[in-house]
């Protein structure tokens, strides 16, 4: 009987610790297999968002979906909005490898727009 009640009181303690202990969230790769540069791009937008991103001197499009995360090789990354006057507005932002980066929209500038991700 006492066998039965340490294995329970191990047991607990596992699971409290297993509970408490901080989860770390999972990196991007710096380089894909072939050696070349990756990032990781979310679409925190509701909607589906075509962005470009600049890999081996080429521009390339990539649609990405609805709140779902894509790694790109590159080393840059571009997005346009085509405004009400139709002015087109395009961010054009560097990136590293291994970063994760969010597509958002900016409400206040009625853009889109990239930030650093945690």
């Not at 408490?20 to 968002?49: C, E, F, H, L, Y």
């Not at 990539?62 to 139709?86: M, N, Q, Y």
């Not at 490898?97 to 929209?105: H, I, N, T």
Request: proline letters at 6%; aromatic letters at 6%.
């Amino acid at each position: 009987m006492t066998k039965y009640i340490a294995a329970n009181v191990l047991l607990a303690c596992l699971v409290t610790v297993a509970a408490v202990k901080p989860s770390v969230a999972q990196m991007a790769p710096k380089s894909d297999r072939a050696g070349n540069p990756v990032s990781m791009i979310r679409n925190d937008a509701t909607t589906p968002v075509t962005i470009n991103y600049r890999s081996n001197s080429e521009w390339q499009q990539l649609k990405v979906g609805a709140g779902k995360d894509t790694s790109i090789t590159g080393d840059r990354i571009r997005v346009a909005t085509t405004r009400e006057d139709k002015a087109i507005v395009t961010v054009d932002l560097p990136i590293c490898p291994g970063k994760k980066y969010r597509l958002l929209w900016n409400a206040q500038a009625g853009m889109w727009d990239f930030s650093s991700a945690p």
